[in-house]
Each structure stands twice: as C-alpha cells, then as structure tokens.
C-alpha cells in the first residue's frame, strides 16, 4: 500500500536505505497472480519459472505493480533463462532483427534493449541505460551448457534494471514490468525463462534525521492510542492527540450520533444482515485470494483491481442506522494541526458521478485532483505529493469509501508553536477569527502542563463589543475553566491584545492531551456576527457560576463561536515549521523574453552546460589507474548521433616530452554508419588523440575505451588479472602487450542535451493519463 508496502495504523516508520516490496519466484500454486500472459514451466537444473516464451508462440508477460512513489530508485532484479538454440548470426551487429535473438524489458512502457543472445557464447558482464536514465546491467550466472529441454546449450543471466524516480515512470505509485522474447524461431527451438523477480525501494537516508519517525499511513484500523476500530465506531478525534488530525463527514441525510462524525467499514464482511453492501468489500471475489467484494471492476486484471485485503475504510454513514452503509453523496474532509505533506489516498467503489480531492495549503493555494468512476467495487489510488496541507476535503457525487491517506510530518525539532483553528460545517457569517495574513495569538511560553498566550482579532473584528473567552484552569482548585469577559458600548480595539486586568496582557491556559484548548464567542450586539452551533457551556471561576451571575447565552443570531487549540511543549522562539512546497520543474531557456537572440544565446548555453554532465563513467573491472577527467568529451549531441574528442589524458600530460608516448589506447563504440568498430590509436603524446562519431540507440550510445602502456605501470588490475580485449578489436591489440596490463573504461553518453529537455509531466492515477505511494514513506 502506497507509501508503505505494509498497512501501518498509526505507527511511525523511519527511512529505510533498502526496502524489498515484491518477490515473485513462481512457486506454489498462487504462482502467476496478477501475471496477464503468464505460464509456468518447470526443470530440475531451473526449478518452476516464469515460461517458455518466444514471440512466434506467445505474447509477453507482463505484472503490474504497487511501489512506493517516493522512493529515489526502483531496482527490478531478476534471473533469465537463456534456453537451446539462441543465435546471434552477426556478431559485429547489435541491433535486434531478423537473424539475432534478442530480449527486452519494459518498465512502465520505457524499452530496455538487454541484448543479442548466442548459445555458443558466453555473454559475460555489459550494461548500458536509456534515454530517461533507466540503467541495466546483464551479468552471466553460469557458462553455456546444456541444462535441459533441448540438446542445445543453455544459459543463466543476472539481470538488474534500475529505475530512478527522474525519470517519472513510478510517480502513479506503479510499475508495469513487461518481458518481450524476439527470437527468429520459437519454442522448442529456443524460448526464454523468467524467474525470482525482486523489486525493491532504493531511498537515499543521508539527509534524514536520526531516527526520526515522521510517516504514517492512516489505514483506519486502530485509533492513534492503539485501540482497534470496528464498524461500530463513529470517528473524529481518534488521531487528534496523536497527530493533530481531525476527521469530519458531511452531507444531504448523512448521519452521526456527535455531529459530522465518519464511520468505520469493515471491507471483509459487507454483507452483515440487513445491510447487503458487497460493492465495498475486499479483496474482490474473482482476485486469486478471494474476499467478500463484488463488482467486474475489482477483478484481477482490472486497471482498478481490489485484490488485496483493505479491513477497514471510513464512509460518510447513510441516515440513522444500526449498521454502516455509504450514504449517496457527501464530503470526508481531513484537518492538521501543522501543516503536513500528503502522499496519496485511496478510494474505493467509485461507480456513479467523478468528482475530486481538494488540498488547502498554508499560504491558501487550493488544488484540486480529480478522479475517475472506475466502477464497482474498483481501487483507485490519487498521487497527491504536496507539502504544507491544513486540510483535506473528498467529495463523493455518489456512494464511496476512503481506504487511507499517506501522511508526512515535519520532524525539527524543536517545532516552533503554531496554533490552529477548528473549522466547523457551520462558519461563522464574519469568517474565520484568523486568516491566512492574521494570527490572533501569541504564545509567550509552553510546556507539557500549560501556555501562556496573549490574543487579539482582526481589524475587519473593529466593531466586537461583547467577547466571552475561557479555557481550562490551570488552578483547578479554583474551577474546572477559567473565563474572562469583555463588554464595551465603544468595542474591544482589534489588533490590540486583550487585558486580562490592568497592565495585564497574558492569559494561561491548562494543557490536556498535548493541546491548549481556547473558546471564544463574541458579537457587536447586532446581526453582523451568526453561528448556528451548540457550544459545550464552561464552569467558570466565582463559585461555578457562568461569567459571574450572568449564565452564558449564546445566541447564534447575534453572536459567533470560534475554537483554537494551542500546542503544548513546544517553543516560541522557533518559526512554526517551514516545509518547502513542492513545484513542478520545467527548464526554461534563459532570457528566452528577451528576444530572438537571447534565446539562442541560452540554448546555446544549456547545450553547452549538458555536455559537462551527460557523459558518465560506469565501473566495468578493477582497474588500478585512477582518472581525474574524462579522456572522451562531448562536442556535439543531435539525438541520433554524439561526436566525441578522445584524449591522451594518463602519461606525460605533467612531465612532457618526446618519448613520454602511451602505446595505445582502443575505443569500441557503434560507428556513424550504425556499425561496431574498434579503431585502434598508437603511440600517443598527452593530448588530443582523435574524434569519434557515435551512433545512438535508445537516447544513449556507450563507448569502452581499452588502454595498454609497454614501458610503465600505469595499468593493471588490483587483482593482477588479466584483460580481455574484444575480438573485434584489431591491430593487434589482443595478441600484443601484457594482459596484466591493460584497463577497460566505460563511458555512457546521452545524445540529447539533457539540460535543454523540459522533464516528463508526471502523471496522476486517476485519469486517462495514468500515473503510493511511494515509496513508503516520508
């Protein structure tokens, strides 16, 4: 479950460096759930995979899966079977076509060309990456020999594809993860196996904080003290000393016994007598592990599949009755004490009218997500990923549930003291008592027993002559609250903090449960100020009676109510905390306002800036000599093509010198003409060597640089072992000179200026357009 691989209640999770989320190794008999154009074969020397497969007998399998959208990279492994007689008729060529034998990955649509497969060859160790920055690599497991099935020789590969979260392909909180055989003769020929495919989260830890516990998932199965929710319950303040949550549920003939209360659903048992409601239940009947759900949409194999158990979500409850059931219609809103960052929510059995999700933000901004009716019984995830939210509003145009929320806090410490105002379904006709540019309160000091504060209104408050405040007394000998009262034909002057006595400016307040609770109701002895609300009545110092001898009459027509809750322990002198606000980025071209010519100027400068930083070495062997600087460096990208400068960059560059020559240095790389080449350069002085022209395949194009000096010792492996150069390097390069010492580098080029390409816009679950958590967590 998105952000967290596991359903959580309430509990606080840390960020985890490694975090596996899938394990499909094809045993049992539950083996190929939630495969579409699966099989399953099994072998002694092979165990039960995932196969045979070959594109003349069947189409490609493909899983779609639940990964944690906040997580830095995403890391598919997995093992390949190479079974009989694969071929590679060309071995100078490495495009797939009609005589090679190839095989490919998609990750959530990106291509992964994994290469040409020989059953005659030992493919040994590549790697390469895509356009979007997806890197693989394919390592053998075992040398070729027959292992079973055909006569041929076959062989095991390691296979690791690593997808960063740049590369927006898991924003939607899923991965679809495809495997295409294109062989040249299927099944029993050749055909390829598939076997213990493992996802895991990568997360980059080094910037949290040590064990700082800032992440749940509100899944609505205990309370936040810990006590277990049934469909009994009715819900608002559960989580609200745990975490400053609040949860309110309104709408046309919903009800709840303490007004605008939500309720709990059990998912695994709908159809309690009486109250027939499969619609909502979970898993859904036709899943592999079938549940209590019904509805086509919820199906394995459905864009919207409700195929693991849900156990409790939270509805808006359907007139008075003994047992839950969705009202048609109606609103589950969601409040912070401090702001926090909003991951996802689920929703579940959207089948009638679309509506949205509506996130409010500190400084105001409003933003709506849409969704979609995906159907009966149908889960559906909204990708949210925004910081700084105060509330949340769901509206339900017809029947529906909320699974859960992925929710974020802030961990600083210490937090600064931000105060919040409850809203009510009833406001009040002169608005909020605090605004987003005005904060009635002060907080002088807190700790875990009480807060000192001072408080003032707003200037559009001028006309306030009658105000009523109390909280409780942090005397309780003295009463159960303490009151205070302002009563003036003239008005209390807004922006002006209230005296409690002369000269007496601060108030102090008795904490409970972590929070200050402070009621105020005022008017101007007109109509100007209405609120229709019951208010719990104080018991007030001067022997327990109201305000002295005059009981509390609150009159909704002429006055309002509003209600803070002031944070306890926390400290004044520290802002309230700043999370930054996530903004999508789109690379603009410098000074492009400016006119014609300044926009060739800054397209000139991010082609130039790219080239710094879209060419990357990949560790291939144990090479002894270290470099500082890139021998290869780009002089132009077009796309399909990069021209390279290669240099002479390890001998003689400080001492100078006619005889300071290295003997030679051979670049393998895929020529303009599309064809592999290994030109060999000899004899070469510090410095420009040559330039190259380099085909691209799939937004990149590698290149292996193989070097050899005869009079020094600059080469080598830490190991002492020796190198291989490829066959298809000539000139002598692989009869000549000491094995022992020779270096092999690899080099990674994108072929378009990266810093000029505005990124990917991410997607969002939920529309046509499809795109957890996720990651788990923050």
Request: some cysteine; proline content about 5%.
């Amino acid at each position: 479950l998105p952000p967290s691989s596991t359903k959580l209640s309430g509990n606080m999770i840390t960020c985890t460096p490694e975090r596996e989320i899938a394990l499909d190794t094809f045993e049992g008999p539950s083996a190929l759930d939630n495969w579409v154009n699966g099989a399953s074969n099994n072998h002694s020397n092979f165990t039960t995979f995932l196969g045979r497969f070959a594109n003349e007998t069947s189409a490609s399998p493909f899983k779609i899966y639940d990964v944690p959208a906040d997580a830095d990279n995403i890391c598919v492994e997995l093992d390949f079977y190479e079974i009989d007689a694969w071929e590679r008729s060309n071995k100078h060529i490495i495009h797939c076509g009609d005589t090679n034998d190839c095989v490919f990955m998609y990750v959530d649509g990106e291509k992964v060309n994994l290469g040409i497969f020989d059953d005659d060859l030992d493919e040994g160790s590549y790697d390469g990456s895509t356009a979007n920055g997806v890197y693989w690599i394919v390592e053998s497991l075992t040398p070729p020999r027959d292992m079973g099935f055909g006569k041929a020789n076959d062989q095991k590969h390691k296979i690791k594809v690593t997808i960063p979260k740049s590369s927006g392909l898991f924003d939607d909180g899923k991965l679809k993860v495809e495997l295409e055989t294109l062989v040249t003769a299927g099944a029993p020929h050749l055909s390829s196996g598939w076997d213990n495919i493992r996802l895991t989260a990568l997360k980059d830890c080094s910037n949290e904080p040590d064990e700082c516990p800032n992440c749940v998932v509100l899944d609505f199965e205990t309370a936040g003290d810990g006590t277990a929710l049934t469909s009994l319950n009715y819900v608002r303040d559960e989580w609200y000393h745990a975490y400053g949550i609040r949860v309110f549920a309104t709408g046309p003939g919903a009800f709840s016994p303490d007004g605008n209360q939500a309720r709990i659903f059990d998912t695994t048992n709908p159809a309690t007598t009486g109250n027939s409601d499969p619609d909502l239940g979970s898993p859904n009947v036709d899943c592999p592990t079938p549940g209590s759900g019904v509805g086509l949409n919820g199906a394995q194999g459905s864009e919207y599949s409700n195929c693991v158990g849900l156990g409790n979500v939270l509805i808006v409850q359907e007139a008075n009755k003994e047992l839950p059931a969705d009202n048609v219609g109606g609103n589950i809103t969601l409040t912070f004490a401090n702001p926090v960052k909003i991951e996802q929510v689920g929703l579940l059995d959207i089948d009638e009218l679309p509506e949205a999700i509506y996130i409010y933000q500190k400084d105001g901004t409003v933003t709506s997500f849409p969704y979609v009716v995906a159907g009966h019984n149908s889960l559906q995830r909204i990708v949210i990923n925004l910081f700084d939210v105060v509330r949340m509003e769901t509206i339900f145009k017809g029947s529906g549930a909320m699974t859960d929320v992925g929710i974020c806090f802030t961990c600083n410490e210490p937090t600064g003291c931000l105060p919040m105002e409850e809203k009510f379904e009833d406001e009040c006709s002169m608005g909020q008592f605090s605004d987003d540019t005005f904060d009635p309160f002060e907080i002088v000091s807190s700790s875990d027993d009480e807060v000192t504060f001072k408080v003032k209104h707003r200037p559009s408050f001028y006309s306030l002559s009658n105000i009523e405040m109390w909280y409780v007394n942090p005397d309780e000998a003295q009463s159960k609250h303490y009151c205070w009262e302002y009563e003036s034909s003239t008005g209390q002057l807004p922006n002006m903090p209230y005296t409690k006595s002369v000269g007496v400016d601060e108030f102090k307040a008795k904490c409970e449960d972590g929070w200050a609770k402070i009621s105020i109701a005022a008017g101007d002895g007109s109509t100007t100020f209405q609120r229709q609300i019951d208010i719990e009545e104080p018991y007030c110092q001067n022997n327990g009676n109201l305000f002295g001898d005059d009981m509390l009459q609150y009159n909704g027509l002429k006055r309002c109510y509003w209600e803070f809750l002031l944070p306890c322990n926390c400290d004044p002198s520290v802002d309230p905390p700043e999370i930054p606000v996530a903004h999508t980025t789109t690379r603009l071209l410098e000074g492009a306002a400016d006119g014609a010519q300044d926009l060739l100027d800054a397209a000139g400068k991010c082609a130039d800036e790219s080239k710094e930083v879209d060419i990357k070495r990949v560790q291939v062997d144990k090479c002894t000599a270290t470099v500082d600087e890139s021998p290869l460096k780009i002089l132009s990208q077009d796309k399909n093509t990069v021209e390279l400068s290669l240099s002479q960059i390890w001998k003689g560059c400080n001492e100078g010198g006619a005889n300071s020559k290295l003997s030679w240095i051979a670049a393998d790389y895929v020529g303009a003409d599309g064809e592999l080449a290994c030109t060999m350069f000899n004899d070469l002085e510090c410095g420009l060597a040559s330039t190259l022209t380099a085909t691209c395949q799939d937004g990149t194009t590698v290149v292996d640089l193989y070097t050899y000096d005869s009079e020094s010792d600059i080469f080598g492996q830490t190991d002492e072992a020796p190198l291989v150069v490829p066959l298809a390097c000539i000139g002598g390069a692989r009869s000549s000179g000491d094995a022992t010492k020779k270096c092999h580098y690899r080099y990674v080029i994108q072929c378009e200026p990266s810093l000029c390409v505005s990124p990917k816009p991410a997607r969002r679950l939920g529309g046509k357009d499809k795109s957890f958590w996720s990651s788990f967590f923050y």
